[in-house]
């Protein structure tokens, strides 16, 4: 009923941008689209067309993205809209359909995204595969726990510096957990550093932290100053901290905590298992709240299975159904590291959007079985398949995409 392919030039890449454009108010100006198309290229956005007009869209950024113990392709997916003229008519299903063929031809083997609501992704094979959370602490509760020798000195850079000195602390970050997409040049300039107009009030500030003679973490922050009853209220946010060492974290956090005349500091995105929250004496004042972060697809379930690492040798045979990327429905062993098709009885049967779900380390099969997600078809399976997946830390986007 509608036709679903790659767009081909500014016009077509703009009409299905738009489809996410109508709920976010972010209509493509000339600028935007501009910079937009120089991370995600037209042929990586779908537009679903009906009688040659387009009314849906949905983009897959070309990402290399940290599995445990390595990097894999990965359809980073994004822009995903339909027009609300056209909503419950098959175009998202449509375009989930193309864009997922699409990412298998690119041997992408697994495909990302954080969902607008989590009811709409599992259908086509996505699972809820990292959780992350945000603070809002107080100023009056900033103190660390254990006292903190400072060793480092933090200055503030240009973006011009920013640009060559925060990219290898990102890399640290790439290898140190899952989750991490690798930010292109282009993606560092144009997304992470570039200065919105709209946010010139309230400019992005970048900060630097030496240590031992080499750039070890960053801050991006922005303050939002505010007065109530003659004492400040500003909100000190924080747009990302990343450090290259744990004492390089905690003394970039520290830098940041202390910041005189803000009211409450605030960061989202943060993992459960972040070093913040144990270098905190008073933890529960962050009122950490946590939701879903990626959302993760195995596209090609055996390189996906064969491409990350694992805590264990040991092997077990997943039943895995697929009902929108068939070439996946099969008896899989994961064995030593790697996956291969089987004839031998399966451990666990599941859909491909619970394997996705275990896929980073941070679901384990015992919760998947345990909400009723998955069978366990032989004794002590959830067990070994835990002890093969099982991984920390857990994993980190620390940017929607
Ligand atoms: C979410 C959105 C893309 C769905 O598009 P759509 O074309 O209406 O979806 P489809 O008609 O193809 O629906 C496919 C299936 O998903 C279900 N579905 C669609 N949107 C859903 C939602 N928000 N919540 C729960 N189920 C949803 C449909 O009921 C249908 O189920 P079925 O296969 O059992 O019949 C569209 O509503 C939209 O653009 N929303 C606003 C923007 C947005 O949230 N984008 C996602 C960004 S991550």
Request: glycine share 8%; net charge negative.
């Amino acid at each position: 009923m509608f036709e679903v392919r790659p767009t081909t030039d500014a016009a077509e890449f703009g009409r299905a941008f738009n489809g996410i454009g109508q709920y976010f108010n972010a209509e493509l100006t000339e600028e935007r689209l501009e910079r937009f198309r120089q991370v995600l290229p037209f042929e990586r956005m779908h537009a679903a067309f009906e009688d040659g007009e387009i009314v849906g869209g949905a983009g897959a950024f070309p990402y290399e993205f940290s599995v445990p113990g390595g990097e894999l392709r990965c359809g980073g997916v994004t822009v995903v809209g339909v027009y609300p003229t056209h909503r419950r008519r098959g175009v998202l299903r449509a375009m989930m359909d193309a864009q997922l063929r699409d990412i298998h031809e690119h041997e992408e083997p697994i495909a990302a995204l954080w969902a607008s609501e989590e009811t709409i992704y599992g259908r086509f094979g996505y699972g809820l595969a990292a959780w992350c959370g945000e603070i809002k602490l107080s100023r009056t509760w900033n103190a660390y726990a254990q006292p903190l020798e400072r060793r480092g000195t933090v200055r503030f850079v240009t973006p011009e510096e920013a640009a060559t000195l925060f990219p290898p602390i990102w890399e640290a970050l790439m290898r140190e957990r899952p989750g991490v997409f690798r930010r292109t040049k282009a993606w560092w300039e144009l997304r992470t550093l570039r200065m919105p107009d709209e946010e010139k009030a309230n400019p992005r500030r970048f900060a630097l932290l030496d240590l031992d003679g080499s750039a070890q973490a960053y801050a991006i922050y922005r303050l939002f100053p505010g007065f109530e009853e003659g004492s400040s209220n500003a909100r000190l946010e924080v747009t990302e901290v990343i450090g290259a060492s744990a004492q390089a974290t905690a003394e970039m956090w520290r830098f940041m905590l202390d910041i005189d005349w803000y009211g409450t500091i605030e960061c989202s995105l943060l993992p459960v298992d972040h070093a913040l929250l144990t270098l905190l004496a008073n933890p529960r004042r962050a009122r950490y709240r946590m939701g879903d972060s990626l959302w993760l697809r195995l596209v090609d379930v055996g390189a996906a299975l064969s491409g990350r690492a694992y805590a264990h040798d040991g092997s077990v045979v997943f039943d895995v159904r697929d009902a929108v990327c068939p070439w996946n429905e099969s008896r899989w062993k994961l064995e030593g590291g790697v996956a291969a098709r089987t004839d031998a009885a399966a451990d666990l049967a599941l859909d491909v959007g619970e394997l996705g779900a275990a896929y980073l380390g941070a679901v384990s099969f015992a919760q998947l079985r345990d909400g009723l997600r998955l069978e366990e078809l032989s004794d002590g399976a959830v067990e070994r398949a835990d002890a093969i997946f099982g991984w920390r830390p857990l994993p980190w986007c620390p940017e929607i995409f």
